[in-house]
């Protein structure tokens, strides 16, 4: 490994010594890793198993057993769309439709380009009494209607903008 890959390291090494590069603690380390990055690289799984002396098959093994975990880099603004029998029912499709179009997100595509935004779909977000639901950056918004949540999302873009405007 290079000297100049090595910096890029330094911030996994330091989780790896907090964790006193103990195999056994793989799942918190992947978790402050991810915390980092926002996703797990896969040069950076690579460089774990090699220090933890784990094989590569190990550490995936484990990446993608949990949902939690993401190999693919996510966007600043999460939406979780609720996609559980309520949501469902009360149309939650439809908001799901109205909020992929306005990002530009063809059908089987959920984080844009300049990762501003990443729609994860979940089976339940456990507020089925307010369907059809979504959460956004952990915010909760129910009984959501399509032009609502495109609002939502028209909200974030100009709130982003003014920030870099200010920068």
Do not use: W
Not at 72 to 82: A, E, V
Not at 110 to 133: H, W
């Amino acid at each position: 490994m290079s000297m100049q890959n090595m910096g890029k390291f330094d911030e996994v090494i330091a989780i790896l010594e907090k964790n006193n590069n103990n195999p056994s603690r793989l799942v918190p380390i992947l978790q402050q890793i991810q915390d980092v990055y926002g996703y797990l690289p896969s040069d950076v799984l690579r460089f774990i198993a090699l220090q933890l002396g784990l094989s590569e098959s190990k550490v995936y093994g484990v990446v993608t057993f949990y949902a939690h975990f993401s190999l693919d880099p996510k966007g600043r603004n999460i939406i979780r769309m609720c996609n559980g029998t309520a949501c469902h029912v009360k149309g939650g499709i439809n908001v799901l439709e109205a909020i992929q179009k306005r990002l530009g997100l063809p059908n089987g595509k959920y984080t844009t380009d300049d990762l501003s935004f990443t729609i994860e779909i979940v089976s339940c977000l456990g507020c089925c009494g307010l369907a059809p639901v979504i959460v956004i950056n952990d915010e909760v918004h129910g009984a959501i209607t399509p032009a609502k949540a495109v609002e939502l999302v028209d909200e974030i873009i100009k709130s982003e903008s003014a920030k870099e405007v200010n920068a």
